[in-house]
């Protein structure tokens, strides 16, 4: 798979704002998830909102591409993550940084 097939388009709201700031790039990659992520806010709290937000756009997103019910998206998700955080929990697995990072 080349870049250009892998990379998401950047919003034009986004491309437009100078002072717009990448926070997550977020993979799924040989069955598992692989991230990169840049501690921007001052306090992880303000992540915590940013993934509420995200949750609440990835359920409209499923609503319009793939014909589901909004809130039941919603609710799904949110069931998702619940059984994600009582479930065993998760390692963090750092890659190595590269010159480029």
């Known amino acids: 798979m080349t870049q250009a097939e892998i990379a998401l388009t950047v919003p034009d709201s986004v491309a437009a704002d100078p002072q717009a700031i990448e926070l997550v790039r977020f993979w799924w990659s040989k069955n598992e ?3 990169a992520i840049k501690p921007a806010f001052e306090h992880p709290r303000s992540y915590g909102r940013m993934l509420a ?3 609440r756009n990835v359920a ?3 609503a319009t591409s793939r014909g589901f019910d909004e809130n039941q ?3 799904e998700i949110l069931a998702g993550l619940r059984e994600a955080l009582d479930g065993p929990a998760m ?3 750092a890659e190595p940084k590269t010159r480029n990072a």
């Open 53 to 55: 937000v995200m949750a």
């Open 33 to 35: 998830p692989v991230m």
């Open 91 to 93: 390692q963090t697995v």
């Open 60 to 62: 409209h997103v499923y």
């Open 73 to 75: 998206a919603y609710q």
